[in-house]
């Protein structure tokens, strides 16, 4: 079993930053790879981002938040950040932390499907 708490959430003006944390407990030696997702309103839940939590060194963004968002580890803490800079009103969304702990999350990372292991999430809200 693996817990997740994503904290860090909170309101910010376009063009504002935001850090996400994700603090894993349990098995995490388990765990592939770690995402974030998020949520809108009416919409489907999207992948944002992943890396890969064995190693730490690969990651994968969404097309709409490449050269904005920075996923990263700190291994000493089981911690995974993701780091938003330059913001948008349209990122606005429940973001949520998962993890994996199948390999096809490597090459399947944007399914929602390959992810056992969800955070209660944390809202990020973007003022025009």
């Known amino acids: 079993q693996v817990q997740l708490v994503e904290s860090g959430g909170g309101s910010v003006q376009a063009g504002g930053s935001l850090r996400l944390s994700c603090a894993a407990s349990?098995?995490?030696?388990?765990?592939?790879?770690m995402g974030w997702f998020r949520q809108a309103p009416g919409k489907e839940r999207e992948a944002v981002a992943m890396?890969?939590?064995?190693?730490?060194?690969?990651?994968s963004y969404a097309d709409s938040v490449k050269g904005r968002f920075t996923i990263s580890q700190d291994n000493a803490k089981n911690t995974v950040y993701l780091q938003m800079n330059s913001l948008k009103p349209e990122d606005t969304a429940l973001y949520y932390c998962?993890?994996?702990?199948?390999?096809?999350?490597?090459?399947?990372?944007?399914?929602?499907?390959?992810?056992?292991?969800w955070g209660q999430g944390t809202q990020v809200t973007v003022s025009s």
């Open positions: 998962a993890a994996s702990t199948s390999w096809l999350c490597v090459g399947r990372w944007s399914s929602k499907n390959q992810y056992n292991y």
């Open positions: 890396l890969i939590y064995t190693t730490g060194t690969s990651t």
């Open positions: 349990g098995n995490t030696y388990s765990s592939n790879c």
